[in-house]
Nanobody
Framework: QVQLVESGGGVVQPGGSLRLSCVASGSYVSIVAMAWHRQAPGKQRELVASITTRGSGEYAESVKDRFAISRDNSKNTVYLQMSSLRPEDTAVYYC????????????WGQGTQVTVSS
């Protein structure tokens, strides 16, 4: 079993910054990929950013040039640095990991709330 624990959410004013962290723990062979998704009230969950083991990142168009995803493989941790935050970035942010045990499986964290408001 794999656990993902997020931290770093909170309330920030428009234009501000936050950094989310997600630590993976449990029994697995390797983490294939990690990502951040978000879900705003009344909307579907959407992919924000993803990163491979080698550090190659991809972003949703709405967050390009504002958000940066990174990972520390030695700490089994993925980060999301969010800058120039906008009210429309308000959502619950979920950490995701595709993990290799004896098969590839998908895991989700419990989510952390990010609220952008003046």
């Amino acid at each position: 079993q794999v656990q993902l624990v997020e931290s770093g959410g909170g309330v920030v004013q428009p234009g501000g910054s936050l950094r989310l962290s997600c630590v993976a723990s449990g029994s697995y062979v390797s983490i294939v990929a990690m990502a951040w998704h978000r879900q705003a009230p009344g909307k579907q969950r959407e992919l924000v950013a993803s990163i491979t083991t080698r550090g190659s990142g991809e972003y949703a168009e709405s967050v390009k040039d504002r958000f940066a995803i990174s990972r520390d493989n030695s700490k089994n941790t993925v980060y999301l640095q969010m800058s120039s935050l906008r009210p429309e970035d308000t959502a619950v942010y979920y950490c995701y990991a595709r993990v290799w045990t004896s098969v590839e499986s998908d895991y989700w964290g419990q989510g952390t709330q990010v609220t952008v408001s003046s």
